[in-house]
């Protein structure tokens, strides 16, 4: 009887913990006309669909633009300033198209677990997320995550050159379940603004609702810098 094969043997990352005012930041109240932008986005009517609705790898529903140019110039202002950064940019991606910039989207409960992923360091170098739902409970923010080896040993959190994304440095798309931990939550607040560096992985810790109105609303954002 022949042996299944053995799981790929990964590479353990470098680790640094996320550290507020370095490797993420956090602005409360981050638009001072929140409640607007959640009801402008709940009117929408030119939602692309994820899964469960059609066949995709992505959940729930998305939509762009999520905030409107002077709304988002804000968002930019603050970033700059407080990442000490001269410009950002919204990179374009190899098919001529952009990055899920300034999109909306909305994932309700059971569309979705947690991903831990890294951003690609091909298109940012920063990202960020808007929560703009309310009544979304306090765990249902952003997570960071690092590396769980087969043996118990934590592993690392961070993609970095030459490798662009978690794919390309752990060497393998699929790893066997638990191979991350979660190292660091931000709770989720309405109008809250959570910017990180994008290579750290990360993921939503969890998502709520069923209906439209109930649902996980947050403004994704990925930058060049």
């Known amino acids: 009887m022949s042996m299944p094969p053995a799981a ?47 066949p995709e790898s992505w959940p729930g529903l998305r939509a762009i633009p999520a905030l409107e140019p002077d709304e988002l110039a804000s968002i930019e202002a ?28 909305v994932v309700g409960e059971g569309e979705c677990q947690s991903r831990p992923h890294t951003d690609s360091r091909k298109i940012c170098r920063y990202a960020a997320v808007l929560y703009l739902n309310p009544a979304v409970p306090d765990d249902c923010g952003t997570s960071f995550y690092r590396q769980r080896l087969p043996n118990g040993q ?15 440095a752990l060497g ?22 959570l910017v990180y560096r994008a290579n750290l992985i990360h993921s939503a810790t969890a998502y709520w609702g069923h209906e439209l109105a109930e649902k996980r609303m947050a403004a994704v954002f990925f930058w060049m810098a």
Not at 90 to 95: G, L, R, S, T
Not at 172 to 193: C, G, K, Q, T
């Open 154 to 168: 934590l592993g690392g959190n961070m993609v970095s050159p030459p490798h662009n994304n978690l794919v390309e």
């Open 8 to 54: 790929p043997r990964l590479a353990i990352l470098p680790y640094r913990k996320p550290t507020e005012g370095r490797d993420y930041w956090v602005l409360d109240n981050a638009l001072a006309n929140a409640e607007a932008v959640r009801a402008r986005c709940l009117a929408k009517t030119d939602w692309i669909e994820g899964y469960p609705h059609k």
């Open 172 to 193: 393998a798309r699929f790893v066997p379940p638990n191979s991350f931990v979660e190292d660091l939550r931000i709770d989720h607040r309405f109008n809250r603004l």
């Open 78 to 105: 603050w970033v700059r300033k407080v990442t000490e950064t001269k410009k950002l940019w919204a990179e374009a991606v190899p098919d001529g198209a952009h990055s899920n910039h300034n999109c909306v989207q």
